[in-house]
């Protein structure tokens, strides 16, 4: 089923990597995971990948850190993943190859039956998504599945390296304000389905029923804690009012939230009409997730 990114030509295979018969690119086996990620050089790098990049080295590194401390939190979301499980069960009916595009270490897959999925496949570009699992009791009392085997791959989701027609479902989980290029990651999304596969988009937006406000700060203030002592010094010495705001000033920096983007609920709906998908479900979280929403859209046959 896998084919080049690049030029979704077939490959050959090797111990240690693959090589695309037409263009001849090759793509290696790195640290155990065969890595079909795009490497553009430094001087042709395509526009606004510095900043995706920059974003996504900030989430691996801060998950790199968490590993080690993620013991209470972890199982502060039993409730959350008990309940994630129960809405995959009875408000969607996936069944067939899934595609799990940004599925991480492949934890969606804890939602799904596997006499119902007998293929599940995880792509993301985070290479070492899997290390130090087996040091994390707590992760994996969260997550039993992921004690379990993954079929994953190391890819953009601007370029996925799977053959045309391939999978039933494609997952799309939290991953839309992540993308580099949303349009082309649906446009691979509708070109590895099968017809009338279906696409499964969960994300968190403005507009629709949500609980967002529309004109919340893309990037609120962050105050170093250094600062916020000399604020609460000044504070007790009733000089808070005078200088609160020339400090701020001087020491806030932007604050990124992992985020490129945020997203209107009625842009989400416009962008599976322009890539030929039919929304034939919509599902909202209730609070405290009332920002999220789950729409399924069915791949529809082009126009000849």
Sequence with gaps: MLCCPLCKSSLTAAEHQFTCDTCGTIFPKRKG???FRITHPEYCRPGGMEKWTEIQNKFEEGEKRKKHKRRKKVLQFLDAIASAKKMYAEEFDIRGSVLDVGGF???SRGYLS???????VSVD???????GIDSQPELLQAYPCLAEPCNFLACYAEALPFRSKTFDWVNMLSVH??????????IEAYRVLKDNGHLLIGLAVTGGQSTMEADRKEQ???VSPIVKKVLRLLKNLGMIKAAKYELKVYSAKPLDDGHICRWGYDDLLDL?????????????LEPPYGACVYIVGNKQPLNS
Excluded: I
Excluded at 125 to 131: A, G, W
């Design 33 to 35: 995971v065969f890595d």
């Design 105 to 107: 270490q492949g934890r």
């Design 114 to 120: 596997s006499s119902d999925v007998p293929l599940y």
């Design 125 to 131: 570009p985070f290479l070492e998504s899997f290390e």
């Design 177 to 186: 304000d992540h993308f580099n290029d949303s349009y082309q990651a649906m």
């Design 220 to 222: 609120p203030v962050y």
């Design 272 to 284: 599976c009409r322009k890539t030929n998908f039919t929304v034939t479900k919509e599902h909202w």
